[in-house]
């Protein structure tokens, strides 16, 4: 299985801007989908983009769409989230997965990281 370590995290004002990362360790980074997903206190972890391997397919919920743009470095066993006009309810701790599914899925098994924290003040 694949290690996943998430940073880029941080406390930004809104309309602001961040970009995670996640690294990861293992053969085969190019042959996974990745996505990233996140958890807001009190409520359930919810997918926020994914990239997957086959076709270059690309998915986002929908209150991120147009925001955030996920994208992937496979020389570098990394895959990023770009996170522009940052909003309150955007915070939440947001986690990078990753798996060998034949078709990417916002049912993400697979491996996971540990989170990053993104806090957006008002």
């Known amino acids: 299985q694949v290690q996943l370590v998430e940073s880029g995290g941080g406390l930004v004002q809104a309309g602001g801007s961040l970009r995670l990362s996640c690294a990861a360790s293992?053969?085969?980074?190019?042959?996974?989908?990745l996505g990233w997903f996140r958890q807001a206190p009190g409520k359930e972890r919810e997918f926020v983009a994914g990239?997957?391997?086959?076709?270059?397919?690309?998915d986002y919920e929908d209150s991120v769409k147009g925001r955030f743009t996920i994208s992937r470095d496979n020389a570098k066993n990394t895959v990023y989230l770009q996170m522009n006009s940052l909003k309150p309810e955007d915070t939440a701790v947001y986690y990078c997965?990753?798996?060998?599914?034949?078709?990417?899925?916002?049912?993400?098994?697979?491996?996971w990281g540990q989170g990053t924290q993104v806090t957006v003040s008002s």
């Open positions: 997965a990753a798996n060998q599914a034949l078709q990417l899925s916002r049912s993400f098994q697979g491996s």
């Open positions: 293992g053969r085969a980074f190019s042959w996974y989908n």
């Open positions: 990239i997957g391997w086959r076709l270059g397919r690309i």
